[in-house]
């Protein structure tokens, strides 16, 4: 098998975008932007990679290749979907990039086909690496006699009542599919008779009931739950005689935005939402390879579809997200070591109330999953609903979890008297009905709760506290780049801040007070906040390093972010390279931006980084003619962050903090094991270390940074420690011997 490390992945479809080398470029140019969905799906093959490369360990790979079936899902159903609503209106615009509705659909298409035929081939092979480690996905008829026997008397026990046989005749209509289920269409006839009959049976997985993947026995033996059904249909249709059975699933379309300002409540119209999704057009159906034509034909009809277009054949098991399943086997030598986040250092050997410990030592840097969620953001959270002194909290909150302390400290401190006040984002994608759910849990507390601005998404991470310091209140407050979420906290890499800025707290009060209230300030003192100061600040810092740039002081741009989209922001950037400035961009999955383009973009670069943690963080840096400033927050450069969400980005002023920022963009951006270059072309290189060379990647480098930093605070800690113990003996030694 050839060595994926040496992969060379293309971003476009479209391979003729090439520049000539003049110095007056065109900077609308559509040949110098990438395109957006293109740019995702070339992430989705840098992450199907790390299923092929032989040196992770083996659930892992199997991890990874769940993940990018995850992703293509939720592509049809969002990207896919918009692209078919704007051709179903008639929609013949092009994108910055050149590329009409139409074409998109078609490039997507084929890089989708290209990336599954991979996927195909990946899992036969991972299935062959399973088996040689002992565990297998088989099929119930290469099990033994005992083995079939237990697992029908399973069936018949735990998942035959479950199951609800449909026919499918002119008495019986065309069944209704839900979104992202497993289906088995049957045909069927009487043994007497030769009329064919069919009927759809719905394959019920459920996490708590059915998993997908039926263990057989102790060991690592599993069938599929479609599998299994499929080869116990006479208990389901008895006496008849079964002559096909197949397996199909639809993907719908998520993309529904209902009229939000002729909503007289939001909530009741997100419900809405949700339950027109799940009546919404279909834009995908996969079917198992071998199907009959003319069943094939028949389901295309049914639903709706293109038979050409938007059906797919797979020949391996269907839907491999459910490799999960898999993946997260308890056998430690298939997986990567445990990680346990680290104590904050300032935060681990020091008891105090954390709101002293922030007024004392300034501004704490919180690095996710490196350090602890629980013992930072979740101890600021349950401290400022303990203590007296806190008057009251006001808190964004997008996407959040059960498993998390922060819905119970945010009851508690209003059951503690405290005026608490949650911006619950109703919109946050795929998360909605848990967040109605949360929404009603916190109003049930005596919490205010509101939505948000209408027509904006407000994705921003924010927690502010008003506390009684003495004389006078004080704010205290945590932004972040990475949701209130105690699960993906340990997934992501994320940033935050925990601090008590005078002139960012009264920021952050008018900004509390736009999103209950209704106008924005015209500016804000530190903060950038979009819808309105953000895209204008960061076009403005790009044009100040323009002008500060000259050969003796070289100016310098530095970006880490999930996506770069926005036109704007992109031509900004060229602008900027076009006279010399350096631009680094660490951008994981789209990114419209072009590096090394002959006289204009040279002086750049643009790197992605996949690894073990889902890379999140968002920082930016301008040298600023050696006036350095570091941002992090919550937007990623892309059109509807910018103008469309309440976003924030906030200063990192603490020469210390800067320190520890910069060494995240140093280690990343010298990564030679998990980060890829983007070609001048858009395809990405992956960088392969030199031979015998025995560095980490950033993401391992940065595990052992953290676990230094918190050992080093600790001996610091029990030195002072013992000084402190031996000033005191010595106190003691001499007032002993002045006594005597």
Same mark, same amino acid.
């Given at each position: 098998?050839?060595?994926?490390?040496?992969?060379?992945?293309?971003?476009?479809?479209?391979?003729?975008?090439?520049?000539?080398?003049?110095?007056?470029?065109?900077?609308?140019?559509?040949?110098?932007?990438?395109?957006?969905?293109?740019?995702?799906?070339?992430?989705?093959?840098?992450?199907?990679?790390?299923?092929?490369?032989?040196?992770?360990?083996?659930?892992?790979?199997?991890?990874?290749? @769940?993940?990018?079936?995850?992703? %293509?899902? *939720?592509? =049809?159903?969002?990207? /896919?979907?918009?692209?078919?609503?704007? #051709? +179903?209106?008639?929609?013949?615009?092009?994108?910055?990039?050149?590329?009409?509705?139409?074409?998109?659909?078609?490039?997507?298409?084929?890089?989708?086909?290209?990336?599954?035929?991979?996927?195909?081939?990946?899992?036969?092979?991972?299935?062959?690496?399973?088996?040689?480690?002992?565990?297998?996905?088989?099929?119930?008829?290469?099990?033994? @006699?005992?083995?079939?026997?237990? %697992?029908? *008397?399973? =069936?018949?026990?735990? /998942?035959?009542?479950?199951?609800?046989? #449909? +026919?499918?005749?002119?008495?019986?209509?065309?069944?209704?599919?839900?979104?992202?289920?497993?289906?088995?269409?049957?045909?069927?006839?009487?043994?007497?008779?030769?009329?064919?009959?069919?009927?759809?049976?719905?394959?019920?997985?459920?996490?708590?009931?059915?998993?997908?993947?039926?263990?057989?026995?102790?060991?690592?033996?599993?069938?599929?739950?479609?599998?299994?059904?499929?080869?116990?249909?006479?208990?389901?249709?008895?006496?008849?005689?079964?002559?096909?059975?197949?397996?199909?699933?639809?993907?719908?379309?998520?993309?529904?935005?209902?009229?939000?300002?002729?909503?007289?409540?939001?909530?009741?119209?997100?419900?809405?939402?949700?339950?027109?999704?799940?009546?919404?057009?279909?834009?995908?159906?996969?079917?198992?390879?071998?199907?009959?034509?003319?069943?094939?034909?028949?389901?295309?009809?049914?639903?709706?579809?293109?038979?050409?277009?938007?059906?797919?054949?797979?020949?391996?098991?269907?839907?491999?997200?459910?490799?999960?399943?898999?993946?997260?086997?308890?056998?430690?030598?298939?997986?990567?070591?445990?990680?346990?986040?680290?104590?904050?250092?300032?935060?681990?050997?020091?008891?105090?109330?954390?709101?002293?410990?922030?007024?004392?030592?300034?501004?704490?840097?919180?690095?996710?999953?490196?350090?602890?969620?629980?013992?930072?953001?979740?101890?600021?959270?349950?401290?400022?609903?303990?203590?007296?002194?806190?008057?009251?909290?006001?808190?964004?909150?997008?996407?959040?979890?059960?498993?998390?302390?922060?819905?119970?400290?945010?009851?508690?401190?209003?059951?503690?008297?405290?005026?608490?006040?949650?911006?619950?984002?109703?919109?946050?994608?795929?998360?909605?009905?848990?967040?109605?759910?949360?929404?009603?849990?916190?109003?049930?507390?005596?919490?205010?709760?509101?939505?948000?601005?209408?027509?904006?998404?407000?994705?921003?991470?924010?927690?502010?506290?008003?506390?009684?310091?003495?004389?006078?209140?004080?704010?205290?407050?945590?932004?972040?780049?990475?949701?209130?979420?105690?699960?993906?906290?340990?997934?992501?890499?994320?940033?935050?801040?925990?601090?008590?800025?005078?002139?960012?707290?009264?920021?952050?009060?008018?900004?509390?007070?736009?999103?209950?209230?209704?106008?924005?300030?015209?500016?804000?003192?530190?903060?950038?906040?979009?819808?309105?100061?953000?895209?204008?600040?960061?076009?403005?810092?790009?044009?100040?390093?323009?002008?500060?740039?000259?050969?003796?002081?070289?100016?310098?741009?530095?970006?880490?972010?999930?996506?770069?989209?926005?036109?704007?922001?992109?031509?900004?950037?060229?602008?900027?390279?076009?006279?010399?400035?350096?631009?680094?961009?660490?951008?994981?999955?789209?990114?419209?931006?072009?590096?090394?383009?002959?006289?204009?973009?040279?002086?750049?670069?643009?790197?992605?980084?996949?690894?073990?943690?889902?890379?999140?963080?968002?920082?930016?840096?301008?040298?600023?003619?050696?006036?350095?400033?570091?941002?992090?927050?919550?937007?990623?450069?892309?059109?509807?962050?910018?103008?469309?969400?309440?976003?924030?980005?906030?200063?990192?002023?603490?020469?210390?903090?800067?320190?520890?920022?910069?060494?995240?963009?140093?280690?990343?951006?010298?990564?030679?094991?998990?980060?890829?270059?983007?070609?001048?072309?858009?395809?990405?290189?992956?960088?392969?270390?030199?031979?015998?060379?025995?560095?980490?990647?950033?993401?391992?480098?940065?595990?052992?940074?953290?676990?230094?930093?918190?050992?080093?605070?600790?001996?610091?800690?029990?030195?002072?420690?013992?000084?402190?113990?031996?000033?005191?003996?010595?106190?003691?030694?001499?007032?002993?011997?002045?006594?005597?």
């Amino acid at each position: 098998m050839s060595q994926p490390d040496q992969a060379t992945i293309d971003t476009n479809s479209q391979t003729g975008n090439e520049v000539e080398p003049v110095s007056d470029i065109d900077l609308n140019d559509s040949s110098l932007y990438l395109n957006r969905e293109l740019t995702w799906l070339a992430f989705n093959r840098r992450v199907l990679n790390e299923a092929e490369v032989e040196k992770n360990p083996l659930l892992e790979r199997v991890k990874f290749l @769940a993940i990018v079936s995850r992703n %293509l899902d *939720e592509f =049809f159903m969002k990207r /896919i979907g918009g692209l078919k609503q704007q #051709l +179903a209106a008639g929609l013949t615009t092009t994108t910055v990039d050149g590329r009409t509705p139409q074409q998109q659909l078609i490039e997507c298409h084929t890089v989708i086909f290209e990336i599954q035929q991979a996927q195909q081939r990946i899992y036969h092979e991972l299935q062959t690496a399973l088996e040689e480690a002992g565990i297998r996905i088989t099929q119930y008829e290469a099990l033994d @006699a005992t083995q079939q026997q237990t %697992l029908r *008397e399973h =069936f018949q026990q735990n /998942i035959f009542p479950m199951l609800t046989p #449909l +026919a499918m005749d002119p008495s019986h209509p065309f069944p209704f599919i839900s979104n992202q289920t497993l289906n088995l269409l049957v045909t069927l006839r009487f043994p007497s008779g030769y009329d064919l009959h069919m009927a759809r049976v719905k394959v019920p997985v459920s996490k708590d009931v059915s998993p997908r993947l039926i263990q057989v026995d102790e060991d690592y033996t599993f069938v599929t739950l479609d599998n299994l059904i499929a080869n116990n249909l006479d208990m389901l249709f008895p006496g008849m005689k079964i002559e096909s059975c197949d397996l199909f699933r639809v993907t719908r379309n998520a993309n529904l935005e209902l009229d939000q300002e002729s909503a007289s409540d939001l909530l009741e119209a997100i419900e809405t939402e949700l339950r027109e999704r799940h009546f919404a057009p279909i834009v995908r159906l996969e079917v198992s390879a071998g199907m009959n034509p003319t069943h094939r034909g028949m389901l295309a009809a049914e639903l709706g579809l293109d038979q050409e277009q938007d059906v797919f054949e797979i020949n391996r098991m269907m839907a491999l997200r459910d490799l999960f399943e898999i993946a997260t086997l308890n056998i430690p030598e298939l997986r990567n070591p445990p990680h346990y986040p680290s104590d904050h250092p300032q935060l681990a050997h020091d008891r105090r109330n954390i709101f002293h410990i922030i007024r004392e030592h300034g501004s704490l840097l919180l690095q996710h999953p490196y350090e602890s969620f629980t013992t930072t953001v979740e101890r600021f959270l349950r401290t400022a609903a303990e203590d007296p002194k806190v008057l009251a909290i006001k808190m964004t909150l997008y996407r959040t979890s059960a498993e998390g302390n922060v819905l119970d400290s945010l009851i508690k401190a209003a059951r503690n008297g405290k005026q608490v006040a949650v911006l619950v984002e109703l919109k946050a994608r795929f998360d909605e009905a848990a967040n109605i759910r949360w929404a009603r849990r916190l109003e049930q507390a005596g919490i205010h709760v509101t939505y948000g601005v209408l027509g904006l998404k407000t994705h921003s991470k924010l927690i502010m506290v008003i506390r009684k310091d003495y004389s006078q209140l004080r704010r205290y407050y945590h932004i972040g780049t990475g949701n209130y979420h105690a699960g993906t906290a340990r997934l992501y890499t994320d940033l935050g801040v925990l601090g008590c800025d005078e002139d960012t707290g009264k920021d952050l009060t008018e900004l509390f007070n736009y999103l209950t209230g209704y106008s924005p300030p015209p500016s804000y003192r530190k903060i950038l906040a979009a819808p309105y100061t953000l895209k204008q600040s960061l076009v403005e810092k790009i044009e100040r390093e323009i002008r500060l740039h000259d050969e003796g002081h070289p100016g310098h741009i530095q970006m880490k972010m999930n996506a770069l989209e926005d036109h704007d922001i992109v031509k900004a950037l060229y602008k900027a390279t076009q006279v010399g400035v350096k631009v680094d961009l660490i951008v994981r999955d789209t990114c419209r931006f072009r590096p090394g383009i002959p006289g204009l973009s040279e002086s750049s670069s643009v790197i992605s980084i996949v690894g073990r943690f889902l890379e999140h963080a968002r920082i930016i840096y301008f040298l600023n003619g050696g006036d350095e400033e570091y941002f992090i927050g919550s937007a990623d450069m892309m059109q509807r962050n910018l103008m469309q969400r309440v976003e924030v980005l906030t200063p990192v002023e603490s020469p210390a903090l800067r320190q520890e920022l910069r060494l995240i963009l140093d280690v990343q951006l010298g990564d030679k094991h998990s980060a890829w270059d983007m070609q001048s072309d858009g395809t990405y290189v992956r960088r392969i270390p030199d031979s015998g060379e025995t560095s980490l990647n950033c993401q391992e480098t940065l595990i052992g940074v953290v676990e230094r930093r918190l050992d080093a605070a600790k001996k610091h800690r029990e030195k002072r420690m013992r000084e402190k113990l031996m000033n005191h003996f010595k106190q003691r030694l001499r007032s002993n011997q002045e006594l005597s």
